[in-house]
């Protein structure tokens, strides 16, 4: 559980399809070795949802033949105009093709990310290859206290947030007393967070845009447990909290 732990605190945005490049180039050993930590836990996730989409195959390989075995029975049923077992054929197939309509939209939100993080690993990989970047020391425009409201689950909440050069770290309360951890990276003023919660570990992914501004952030967000969120993703913003 720590080494899991551990290794959720250093997942950060890679969505980003470029990164900053100082004019005085110089080799940045912490942000080759940031990149690399990256790229594993990436692959980590990866193999995550490679399982998860496995068990979601396996269902809808059991749902189909559920499916075929409820037709033939139901044909059976017509040839022999047995109206009673006909009622309760039609029934079961209806429940089981809605059944399997879920697993399709399940299936589909996991394709989806399998093929994202594919793409960022891949970015990734490219870019270390050719990584030579100065670290900024300065404070980061992501700095601060957040205004955070979730939808459509109408969730609010604040996001304690600290940057430096393109790591970005902080903590969270949102309401309904949950609290915990936040990773990330802004990268060309593109946000990527992962929410590491004191109860249920890592759950979320919140994407999004930091306006010109600097004082608010719009995108989305993603739950990792698809299974049993009543919304499994939704839109996110966020507004800078002046200094109390």
Request: charged share 30%; glycine share 6%; net charge negative.
């Amino acid at each position: 559980m720590k080494l899991q732990r551990f290794v959720a605190c250093v997942m950060v945005a890679v969505t980003a399809v470029s990164i900053p490049w100082a004019a005085e180039s110089s080799r940045a050993p912490d942000a080759v070795d940031a990149f690399i930590a990256i790229i594993d836990v990436e692959r980590t996730l990866l193999d995550e949802d490679m399982v998860r989409h496995q068990r979601l195959a396996q269902q809808r390989g059991l749902t189909f033949n559920r499916l075929q075995e409820l037709y033939v029975a139901l044909d059976a049923a017509i040839q022999r105009k047995d109206a009673a077992t006909m009622e309760t054929l039609v029934f079961q197939v209806e429940a089981t093709e809605r059944e399997r309509a879920e697993q399709v939209g399940f299936e589909r939100l996991v394709v989806e990310r399998i093929r994202d993080r594919l793409r960022r690993i891949v970015v990734l990989e490219e870019r270390l290859e050719g990584l030579d970047v100065a670290v900024e020391t300065a404070v980061g425009p992501l700095e601060g206290r957040w205004d955070v409201s979730m939808l459509p689950i109408s969730q609010k909440g604040v996001f304690n947030l600290k940057q430096e050069g393109t790591i970005v770290s902080g903590t969270y309360r949102l309401e309904g007393g949950w609290t915990g951890s936040l990773t990330g990276t802004l990268v060309e003023r593109k946000v990527h967070l992962v929410r590491i919660d004191s109860k249920l570990g890592r759950s979320m992914e919140f994407e999004g845009f930091l306006a010109n501004d600097g004082d608010t952030i719009r995108g989305t967000w993603q739950s990792y447990d698809l299974s049993t969120d009543l919304h499994p993703s939704g839109q996110w913003s966020a507004v800078r909290r002046d200094s109390d």
